[in-house]
Every structure is written in structure tokens, then in C-alpha cells.
């Protein structure tokens, strides 16, 4: 067992503080990874403010992962010591059922495990990036191209999370050339679809609660930016929008979005507010309009993603921190106030 430095809340709702965890020895098919950075995600938030349930603490979040093979199990094949890798949201799933046969491990009917917070089949509860080192079963490490080495691999870390939870819908509802997809919410997830979305070719509106971010939004590639409390504005975009991407974490009115869409349009929520989404029937009735939702993605689509950024020159923007400022980022994003995503320096925990 190799014990690490980590940060982890003692408890539900208490701020994050140094601690020591063991990681596992390293098994045939582990990897035994040196995390260069670890980024922040609203889930991370969630979880460790406990809005998602109990939990057990110590807790050390994160899920946007990072850094350098340093040891490899006997039979493992696809990597080898030196080689930037990442790991995402899961790190494992029961490797056998239908959705893991297709490379859906996401969507594992025996439920994926989770990076943090969650009881791996050995018994043992997984402890997520905020740490100096992880060790991670092959099938859920991906390889980091090249072309986002270097200078670029701080900005490519939350593509682990943000990234593929918004290319995997992308391409799920077949976004292309000329397709007009509205993303709700410009933060970490949204942002990075806005650049993704923009790249497969798509007209992006972003739906914002304010103007704060439009030039961002637009340098992004978004071909429109609107503030949803800007009533003719909204009035204006009603029935035009052939895919409309949640990514906001608080419950919103969403008859007013679903407005928006064409006939046959889809609003899929990623965002997880505490409370039940509320939708009137007619809201979906009325143009055949669908409802629906999308976790992360596979580890096959994980890596096409991360070959799909790196071919477009697609990274994050980030704020990089050390680990004695994670609470107060926590409080930042919670408040709207970073730009994009924050990425910890894992040689500061
Ligand atoms: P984030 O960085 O905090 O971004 C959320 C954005 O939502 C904000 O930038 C803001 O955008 C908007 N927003 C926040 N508070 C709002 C309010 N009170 N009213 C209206 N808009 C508000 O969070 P994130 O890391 O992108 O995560 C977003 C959500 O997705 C979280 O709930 C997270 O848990 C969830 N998530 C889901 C998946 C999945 O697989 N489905 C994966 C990762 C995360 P504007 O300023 O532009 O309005
Ligand atoms: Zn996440
Ligand atoms: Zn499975």
C-alpha cells in the first residue's frame, strides 16, 4: 500500500483539509498513476456538501484527473511508465452486462464506480483525485494525445469530466454542420460544450442568466449569446432550437426552455438540482418535444473526445490554484465567479 497526501472533508458540509490515504497495491491490470492536476467540478460540491445524500468521510473529491503512468500491473497492455493518462468520473463498472459490452460503462446496469465516494467491488470506498497518486483498472484510464501536453495539460484536465459530459450528447443527437443547439448555463460544462458544440459544426446560442460572460461566449465560437431574462429575446428564439443542453446545476422553469425547441426537439438535462424537475405535459405534448438526460459517457467515447480536442485545439479555460485555496473556489463556483474551471497543482497537496 503506498500512503499519499490528499484533500477530503472530515465531514458532510466541512471544509476540505489535508490528509493521509492508502492506495492499493497495484494489481495485473492496475495503473498506478502521479497526478499532475486535479479539477474542480460542481459535483465535487455537491457530493461533499452532501445535496446528493449521505456520503461517507472522509471524502476526497475529484474526478478530473490528470498525470503520469509511474508503475503498471503485469497484464496491463495499453500503457507503460511515463505516459500521460487521465481519469475521468469512473474506475470501474461490472465489465460484463450489455451497456459495459458496448463500451457504456457509464450506463452499467450493476451501477459504475464512482471515482470518489463509492464502494469499489473490493470492499473498499474510492478515494478521488485531490491526491498525489490513484490507482486505476486499465479499462478506466484514457491516454492524453500530445497535442494537449505540455503547457496545455492543466487546460485539458476537466475535458476528464466536463468535456465528455458534453461531447457524448453532442454526438449522441447527432449534432453536425448547421445543427441549432442552445447550451443553458456557460460554467464549467458549458463552456467547454460551447467550443466542442461550435467545432462539430453547430450554430451555439448560449442561454445565460446574464450578459456577463457574452464576449467569452462568442469567443468561444457561440454564433449568439442571450440573457434568458431578456423576455424578447427568448420570445424571439421560441420553436427554433433542434437540441437544447442543461448543464445548470439549480432547478429552472423548464416549460420556458422547452418553448424553444422545434418540433421533434430534445432538452437534455446534465445539471443536477436537489429538487424534482417540474414539466407541464403540453410543454412536450404539443411539437413532439423530448425530455431527456445524459451521464458522462464510455470509455471508448471518453477517449474519441479527448482525440477530437486535441485535433481542434479544444482545452478549457482555467484558473490554476494551489490546494489551500480549494475551499474558496468551492465558494466561487457556487457564486458563478470563476472563469471556466478551477485545476489544482497536485504537487501542492
Ligand atoms: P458550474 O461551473 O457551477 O456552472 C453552472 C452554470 O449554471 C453557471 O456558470 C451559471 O451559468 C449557471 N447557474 C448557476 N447558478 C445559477 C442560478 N442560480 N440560476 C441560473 N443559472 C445558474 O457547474 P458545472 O461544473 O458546469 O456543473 C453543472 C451541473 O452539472 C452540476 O449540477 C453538476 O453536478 C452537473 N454535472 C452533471 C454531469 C453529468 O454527467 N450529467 C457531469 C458533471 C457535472 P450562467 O452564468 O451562464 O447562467
Ligand atoms: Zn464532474
Ligand atoms: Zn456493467
Redesign the pocket.
Known amino acids: 500500500m503506498l500512503n499519499v497526501a490528499a484533500y477530503a472533508a472530515p465531514a458532510a458540509g466541512a471544509p476540505l483539509e489535508k490528509i493521509t490515504i492508502a492506495r492499493r497495491d497495484v494489481r495485473a491490470t492496475d495503473v498506478q498513476i502521479e497526478i499532475d492536476y486535479a479539477g ?4 465535487d ?2 457530493t461533499v456538501r452532501d445535496e ?1 445524500g449521505r456520503m461517507t468521510y472522509p471524502l476526497a473529491p475529484g474526478h478530473e484527473i490528470v498525470g503520469r503512468v509511474t508503475e503498471v500491473g503485469s497484464d496491463v497492455t495499453k500503457f507503460a511508465v511515463g505516459d500521460v493518462v487521465g481519469v475521468g ?1 469512473m474506475v470501474d463498472s461490472c465489465r460484463r452486462c450489455p451497456a459495459c459490452t458496448d463500451g457504456l460503462e ?1 450506463y452499467c446496469l450493476d451501477g459504475n464506480i464512482g471515482t470518489y465516494g463509492a464502494m469499489g467491488y473490493d470492499g473498499e470506498m474510492t478515494q478521488g483525485g485531490y491526491s498525489t497518486h490513484v490507482v486505476v483498472e486499465e479499462r478506466f484510464v484514457v491516454r492524453i494525445p500530445e497535442a494537449l501536453h505540455g503547457d496545455r495539460l492543466a487546460a485539458a484536465t476537466p475535458l476528464l ?2 468535456g ?2 458534453l461531447y ?1 450528447p453532442l454526438r449522441h443527437w447527432g449534432v453536425g454542420p448547421g445543427t441549432k443547439v442552445g447550451i ?8 467547454v460544450g460551447v467550443k466542442i458544440a461550435a467545432a462539430m459544426g453547430a450554430e451555439v446560442t ?5 450578459l ?2 457574452k464576449d467569452d ?1 462568442l469567443r468561444f465560437g457561440a454564433a449568439r449569446y442571450v440573457a ?1 431574462t431578456d423576455a424578447e429575446a427568448m420570445k424571439a428564439l421560441r420553436g427554433s432550437l433542434d437540441l437544447i443542453i442543461n ?4 432547478n ?1 422553469p423548464l416549460d420556458d426552455y422547452l418553448a424553444l425547441l422545434r418540433y421533434d426537439g430534445t432538452l437534455v ?5 436537489t429538487n424534482p424537475l417540474e414539466v407541464a405535459g403540453f410543454s412536450l405534448i404539443a411539437a413532439r418535444k423530448a425530455l431527456a ?5 464510455g470509455m471508448p467515447e471518453t477517449q474519441e473526445m479527448l482525440d477530437f480536442c486535441a485535433e481542434h485545439g479544444i482545452v478549457a479555460e482555467i484558473e490554476q490554484i494551489n490546494a489551500d485555496q480549494i475551499n474558496e473556489a468551492y465558494d466561487r ?2 457564486a ?1 465567479d ?1 472563469r ?2 478551477f485545476v489544482i497543482d497536485a504537487k501542492t497537496f
Open positions: 474542480i467540478c460542481h459535483s460540491i455537491h446528493w468520473c457509464n469530466c466536463a465528455i459530459t457524448s443553458i448555463g456557460m460554467g464549467g460544462l458549458g463552456h448560449v442561454l445565460s442568466h446574464s456577463a460572460k461566449g434568458t448543464t445548470v446545476s439549480v429552472l438535462e446534465l445539471g443536477a438540482p438526460g445524459s451521464c458522462i459517457g463556483v457556487v458563478s470563476v471556466y474551471r
